[in-house]
């Protein structure tokens, strides 16, 4: 899957695509981006992808993701200002520091906002927060903007020494990104699976279908594929063929996702494809088989 993130920040266009399985992340290069005149995240989110629905064209999802520091003792600043609050990095930090000097009352909060624009022009939006404290100095190398001083609630390291693999599970974008991921109807993770995954939320919602008929139990048998790998295998009167498969998902309209998973084999002159009409919940609405008989099991 490919996605555009409308931004120039790199370390963002990483760490969502460690959090969203499969999906492959550019960032938009454009010198023209608009102001942030939003009065929330959202509005600043949603401009970004629409700006870059602009500029880059439909065709492929894009991401807009705005982000910020909620500082109680001022206020909830500098919140959707974060960025422009002052240089990325060690000012940053340095002006924080300096407004919080004397006080102890140092609760802080992390928002994300993410709006994603499908190929087919529906809007969908997660949203995720992380709580904790500034601490009175910087400590640690990883992640980037106000990570050295912000100590999530129940650690005692900051989120730089905590690191990004900590961030990847824990963070205000990864909870922003699995919000993404519901709204999408689930019906991505069935897609990773589907080609060799371990998650275990991907795990459930692959089991929960399988186990819904004698059909999807069929199915079931040759799904998901050794891990990590696109091979398929299917049994033809007991004889086990290698296939090639391929999976795609298109959003009909926001309330439901048709996954289609397609296996050919006999050197590409046997193929059939699945289509799974997917509710928003994650539940499966329907499923068609279109092609060549499924072979035997
Ligand atoms: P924007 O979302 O690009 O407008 O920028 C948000 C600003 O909030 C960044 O420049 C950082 O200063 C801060 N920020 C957002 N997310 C993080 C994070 O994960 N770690 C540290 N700082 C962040």
């Known amino acids: 899957m490919k996605a555009i993130l ?14 969203l399985p499969g999906w492959s992340i550019e960032t938009l290069d454009a010198e023209d981006y608009p102001p942030e005149t939003g009065v929330t995240y959202y509005e600043n989110a949603r401009a970004k992808a629409r700006f870059g ?7 492929v999802h894009l991401l807009g993701e705005d982000s910020g520091i909620e500082v109680e003792a001022l206020g909830g600043r500098p919140g959707i200002e974060s960025a422009r609050y002052a240089p990325e990095g060690a000012p940053a930090i340095a002006r924080l520091l300096g407004e919080l000097e004397g006080t102890d009352e140092r609760a802080a909060r992390y928002v994300c906002e993410l709006v994603c624009i499908t190929p087919g022009g529906d809007e969908l939006r997660g949203t995720g927060t992380l709580s904790g404290r500034i601490a009175r100095g910087p400590c640690g190398r990883e992640g980037f903007g106000y990570d050295p001083v912000f100590v999530p609630d129940g650690e005692k390291r900051t989120v730089a020494e905590l690191g990004d693999a900590w961030k990847e599970r824990n963070s205000h974008r990864a909870r922003a990104a699995r919000a993404l991921l519901a709204a999408l109807g689930a019906a991505l993770l069935l897609v990773a699976s589907a080609c060799g995954g371990h998650d275990p939320t991907q795990q ?3 089991n929960a279908f399988f186990a819904q ?6 199915l079931g048998l ?3 594929h050794e891990p990590g790998t696109a091979k398929c295998t299917v049994r033809d009167h007991g004889k086990a063929l290698e296939a090639t498969c391929a999976t795609d998902i298109s959003l009909v309209k926001p309330s439901r996702a048709v996954v289609t998973l397609t296996e050919a084999w006999n050197h590409g002159a046997t193929a059939h494809t699945w289509f799974f009409f997917i509710r928003r919940d994650g539940s499966v609405e329907s499923v068609v088989q279109e092609g060549s008989a499924t072979p035997r099991q």
């Open 53 to 59: 629905l602009a500029a880059a064209g439909g065709g």
């Open 213 to 218: 008929s004698p059909r999807a139990h069929t």
């Open 6 to 19: 409308c931004s120039r920040n790199r370390h963002k266009a990483r760490e969502l695509e460690r959090l």
């Open 204 to 206: 459930r919602v692959l």
């Open 222 to 224: 040759r799904f998901p």
